[in-house]
């Protein structure tokens, strides 16, 4: 069985994009819609602009949702068993197999993507990546802390994120190294993600996303909350809000979609961030 994978913030670059506006007719309609949706000139972002304005949180989501769904849509062999969305990838799998419009992505990741910077400009968190350490043993650390700090995203089986308040990170990742992780490594990111620290930014989502038409899905989608395969439209709503301040559980999905008869994984978006992570999810599992 096949399964489709979409990536989220981390894997865009400049120049995205700017060959499929040029060899695909279809490609340069969704990317002039982009620019007419958004008010915009995304495009000018994605194709020419500066890696430092690519890398704000609004600009790096709204470039890897449209470059990701475009993508899917001029494939001529995208005909998915299942899908996976890493964060915010979790959007971009869910336009590309029509669950709703590729506009009403695009406003979904706009919006979502806007409230998301401002309560980053509004607080003091961060992320960091913790290997070599078990998944118990860091939950546990946290669970200590006095401040915010939570498990983020379940990478893989060498890997944890952890996500909080700039001096909970600070002292858990201190403790960590003590206690014999391998690596730490600040991601370069402004936020606390997937944490307590973006619930009022999920209560905002929750408004945009009831607005917007959802459909069911033909095809299952392994989502970050539960990774579990989900259908319905009303589940895959509240899956997508609750996900702001819930870990990403991308291994446990990644697992329960080779359980369930994914052998071919297929990555679709900028890079190839989530072909490494398969890699060490399906050694470890096998």
Not at 54 to 66: A, D, E, F, R, W
Not at 181 to 196: D, E, M, N, Q
Not at 237 to 260: E, G, R
């Amino acid at each position: 069985m096949k399964a489709y994978l979409f990536p989220g913030q981390g894997s865009q670059f400049v120049g995205m994009g700017k060959d499929l506006y040029k060899n695909s007719h279809l490609a340069k309609k969704l990317f002039q819609l982009s620019n007419e949706v958004l008010g915009f000139k995304i495009t000018s972002i994605m194709f020419e602009g500066s890696i430092d304005t690519l890398k704000n949180t609004k600009y790096t989501q709204l470039s890897i949702y449209i470059y990701s769904v475009i993508k899917a849509k001029i494939s001529k062999n995208f005909k998915p068993d299942m899908v996976a969305g890493h964060s915010l990838g979790e959007l971009s799998a869910l336009a590309a197999i029509n669950v709703f419009s590729f506009e009403d992505g695009l406003k979904l990741v706009n919006e979502r993507a806007s409230i998301m910077q401002n309560i980053c400009e509004l607080t003091s968190g961060g992320m960091a990546v913790v290997f070599g350490l078990k998944d118990s043993v860091i939950e546990y650390v946290c669970k200590k802390d006095h401040g915010i700090i939570v498990p983020s995203n379940y990478n893989s089986p060498e890997q944890l994120v952890i996500s909080g308040e700039i001096q909970a990170l600070r002292r858990v990742c201190s403790y960590l190294k003590k206690i014999g992780a391998k690596k730490i490594l600040t991601l370069p990111v402004h936020g606390a993600f997937h944490s307590p620290i973006m619930e009022p930014a999920q209560k905002k989502f929750q408004k945009i996303v009831n607005k917007i038409d959802f459909k069911d899905s033909k095809y299952p989608i392994y989502q970050n909350v539960t990774a579990l395969p989900v259908k319905k439209s009303n589940e895959i709503k509240n899956n997508i809000v609750k996900q702001l301040t819930a870990p990403v559980k991308w291994k446990q999905s990644i697992k329960n979609m080779m359980d369930h008869g994914a052998i071919l994984f297929t990555e679709i978006g900028p890079g190839n961030i989530l072909q490494g992570l398969i890699k060490k999810i399906s050694r470890n599992f096998a």
